[in-house]
């Protein structure tokens, strides 16, 4: 075929880029203009609730995220490399927090871990600690949603690791753990971030399953997306404090996905 | 450029004169109309609602049960309700002056009781809430059945009967904030709270919960309102709404479920 001007095709999808494009757009436009044309809103940025919020959301997300990398690696290893015994039911287990709604998430987490739930009646009679209404509850909840993404994209990204070349070290005398360590994280490493920005993302957009399994109290369980729905609905910080503390979770997510930039930039030079 | 807000106009006309004007006739009165109402008012207002519908054929009443101040932030942002029944006045207040179709009125009252799980002794009476320890769950302050719940301990409080700082140590207890009435209900039936301060008319329907009354010198006159809206897309079915719950027949609905009348 020839080279001729830019076909219906092109543009059509051009056309259809721009809309995608704007659609995504605007909404942030709108937060950052509603920011700075109410001056409201300014001032709830230095309200120190918007700061207690944003503190309890990076410690809790913070917790998360390593829990999730502490106990996801290993699993996700495990679906990559070896034919384990019910590894399809662990498979589909871990692809259903990604794909029920956060609420489900938070009633089926009470049921399990609430103070009448099959494992949270016996550990409360036995110690007598009870996890909901903490910020224990907060770390669960989101490890709950969000792990799942982490170990989705670890376990990718070590299936694209080549056996042979663990294979090989191994018969190079290395042992396991330090062929993992030396070979196949570092082959990974770009799926193994993506998959943690990712995590911690989810964790910190986590409202549902909060709400529900972990309650809201400011200072102790209300993480930043709380506060915006408490504000929302007429909380002291009211509107102009929801569009702050949105301006806020949308800063925080943005350093987030630059840093995983820089960081992935980084490790291919 | 249809009649329609004439009519409204008329009929609104009329209901401020007073004097039980006649409601609007059956057949002005159709399509859907969108009542926002408060969550404790879930189960009288099916009930109105199918009555409603019953009298006027043709109608379909859509209902949004929130907390009022989060139906109130609704209206503000532009929200197509035709009607909206607040638990409180200071609810109503915040909605712009522009949406509100006539002054808003009193159709209900209602008082607050200590929700505790069926069975459980955690809570005995209304001073044991400030026992240490104790899971206690308030809606938010500004939910009105949060702002009525310390409206309630600041009364306590002050009574000097519970000792000192009964506010205080009640409120060290409180582990979350709920974003209406019955998800604080919500948190005790299923036993995660030892208790919480809902309206007496929120426990009747639950086997899971059990009420601990409290005492008058305590409690508050929790006062309901509503108000037809204008912006919405059936004025004149929000209207008739407004004027069927507070006749004999709207007013039943809700004193079966333990509402009581607003002394006329």
Known sequence: ?269 | MSARPLVALLIAAAFLAGCGGAPPSSSEVTGEVIVSAASSLTEAFADATRAFERQYPGTKVTLNFASSSTLATQINEGAPADVFASADEAQVKTVQPDRLATAPEVFARNRLVVAKPAGSTAIMVYGDLAKPGLRLVLAADVVPVGAYALQSIEAADRSGVFGADFRGRVLANVRSREANVRSALAKVELGEADGAIVYQTDVGASLKVEAIPIPDAYNVSATYLIVPLKGGTNPTAGLAFVAFIREAEGQTSLTKRGFTMPSR
């Open chain 1, 1 to 269: 075929m020839t080279q001729r001007r830019p076909s219906g095709t092109t543009l059509a999808v051009a056309l259809l880029a721009l809309v995608f494009a704007l659609f995504f757009l605007f909404p942030f436009a709108g937060l950052v203009w509603r920011a700075m044309d109410d001056p409201r809103a300014r001032e709830a940025l230095g309200d120190p609730a918007v700061g207690t919020a944003l503190r309890l959301s990076l410690v809790t997300t913070a917790v998360s995220v390593t829990l999730s990398l502490l106990f996801g690696t290993p699993v996700a290893y495990l679906l990559a490399r070896c034919r384990i015994p019910g590894g399809a039911v662990l498979d589909a287990l871990l692809d259903l927090p990604i794909v029920l709604p956060p609420t489900v998430a938070g009633v089926a987490l009470l049921t399990a871990f609430g103070r009448r739930g099959l494992l949270g009646e016996p550990i409360e009679a036995l110690t007598g600690f009870s996890l909901p209404f903490t910020a224990l509850a907060v770390i669960v909840a989101q490890t709950f949603v969000a792990a799942p993404l982490y170990v989705r994209a670890a376990r990718a990204g070590f299936e694209a690791v080549d056996p042979e070349l663990e294979a090989i070290a191994r018969t190079l005398g290395a042992s396991r753990a330090h062929v993992f360590r030396r070979i196949t994280v570092p082959l990974a490493r770009g799926p193994l971030l993506a998959g943690a920005v990712l995590c911690w993302a989810r964790a910190l957009g986590e409202l549902g399953a909060t709400l529900i399994f972990a309650g809201n109290l400011a200072g102790r369980t209300q993480t930043l997306p709380l506060a915006v729905v408490a504000a929302f609905e007429g909380g002291p910080l009211g509107l102009p404090g929801a569009v702050a503390l949105s301006l806020v979770l949308l800063a925080v997510a943005l350093v987030l996905l630059m840093t995983l930039r820089i960081v992935a930039k980084r490790g291919l030079a």
